[in-house]
């Protein structure tokens, strides 16, 4: 037997082997001993935090950037032309003014949260006399970056093709409850909307994505948004940057209210 190979090498091994067995029972005997305060302490994190806003109720957040407060159309336009937007303001609400086209926020956005309150009218009864029907029952939209749609309508025992009914991302998503109130009745759509992304090529590299609260309802969980609204054919993405929120004039007297949204 080579004694002076085993003191050279399987000597030292064999010490650093009981040198990390001591090391790891000295370590847990040190755990043992912790008071269970001290291990908790042990997974709490004290930083960053988090800023103080105020959220009153019935109220905008404080750090919510206020688009429609009952006054004015003054964060507003008009999608045509770009002059002032022309839809009603009366009781401290919006109305369509049908014929005057869409209008939509002065200011760009990309990733937010969106707090909207609407109403549809008691009165559908068209022009020749017969009660509106589907989609040609107080239809309007909410259209975020001026391109993707959650759907205004009166879906009050009112049928339709259900990825355009009330709280469809329209076209592409059937929601999945209808929460709709009766007409006249005031609405609630709160939605955190995901913007999609692209490279400098002008690919897509992430798709948008919407989460969507009708009525303090989901209806619409984290859908992935396969592109554009389209009315005739399939949703595609083509690349662009923050746009404005629109809202849709579809000739139907929708009234529209209490308009936020924080920036995510």
């Not at 950037?65 to 999608?79: E, H, P, S, T, Y």
């Not at 559908?124 to 939209?141: C, L, T, V, Y």
């Not at 309802?217 to 929120?245: D, M, R, S």
């Amino acid at each position: 037997m080579n004694t002076s190979a085993f003191k050279r090498g399987t000597l030292p091994v064999c010490l650093s082997l009981l040198s990390a067995i001591c090391v790891t029972n000295t370590q847990a005997a040190d755990a043992s001993r912790k008071e269970p305060w001290q291990l908790a302490q042990e997974t709490e994190v004290w930083e960053p935090v988090p800023p103080v806003i105020q959220a009153p109720a019935n109220a905008a957040p404080s750090d919510a950037i206020v688009l429609f407060d009952g006054k004015n159309l003054d964060q507003w336009q008009a999608v045509e032309g770009g002059g002032a937007a022309g839809w009603k303001v009366a009781d401290g609400a919006v109305t369509v003014t049908p014929k005057k086209g869409d209008i939509k926020t002065k200011e760009s956005f990309c990733d937010v949260q969106l707090h909207i309150e609407w109403k549809t009218p008691t009165n559908f009864i068209g022009d020749d006399g017969k009660p509106q029907e589907s989609q040609g029952r107080s239809n309007s939209g909410v259209f975020f970056q001026e391109r993707y749609e959650i759907q205004v309508l009166d879906s009050y025992n009112n049928k339709t093709y259900p990825n355009g009914q009330v709280g469809s991302v329209y076209k592409q998503s059937i929601p999945l409850v209808n929460a709709a109130r009766a007409p006249g009745e005031w609405q609630t759509y709160d939605i955190i909307f995901n913007a999609p992304k692209f490279d400098s090529a002008q690919k897509l590299t992430t798709p948008g994505y919407v989460t969507v609260l009708h009525n303090g309802v989901l209806v619409q969980n984290h859908f992935e948004i396969q592109g554009a609204t389209e009315w005739i054919g399939k949703p595609v993405y083509k690349a662009h940057g923050c746009a404005p929120l629109r809202l849709q004039d579809h000739g139907n007297l929708v009234s529209f209210r209490n308009i936020w949204v924080r920036k995510l």
